[in-house]
């Protein structure tokens, strides 16, 4: 059963950094595409950073994001982090990590973890 388990939200000034966490069980990390995706209030969930399995660990950004934000992975561990840079206050959502098993896109989700930036 592939499970993903994040941490790592909290409350932030703007200009502060936060890491993500999110542990996965049920597979490994080079079978699937991975990522992580952010719902704020009142708007659509939009994707924020990914790696792509398919296409040799590549890691793509939101152009929101890019420049601050680092996706990366420890296999030994099942892990895989966002670290959150120079965060703004539009930064502000609930932060998911999920994976990509080529059945269905995007088919498995955490449960989310709030970021907050205050000004």
């Known amino acids: 059963e592939v499970q993903l388990v994040e941490s790592g939200g909290g409350l932030v000034q703007a200009g502060g950094s936060l890491r993500l966490s999110c542990v996965a069980s049920?597979?490994?990390?080079?079978?699937?595409?991975i990522g992580w995706f952010r719902q704020a209030p009142g708007k659509e969930r939009e994707g924020v950073a990914c790696?792509?399995?398919?296409?040799?660990?590549?890691?793509y950004y939101a152009d929101s994001v890019k420049g601050r934000f680092s996706i990366s992975t420890d296999n030994a561990k099942n892990t895989m982090y966002l670290q959150m840079n120079g965060l703004k206050p539009e930064d502000t959502a609930v932060y998911y990590c999920?994976?990509?098993?080529?059945?269905?896109?995007?088919?498995?989700w955490g449960q989310g973890t709030q970021v907050t930036v205050s000004s």
């Open positions: 999920a994976a990509d098993s080529y059945r269905a896109a995007w088919d498995y």
């Open positions: 049920g597979f490994t990390f080079d079978d699937y595409n």
């Open positions: 790696i792509s399995s398919s296409d040799n660990g590549r890691t």
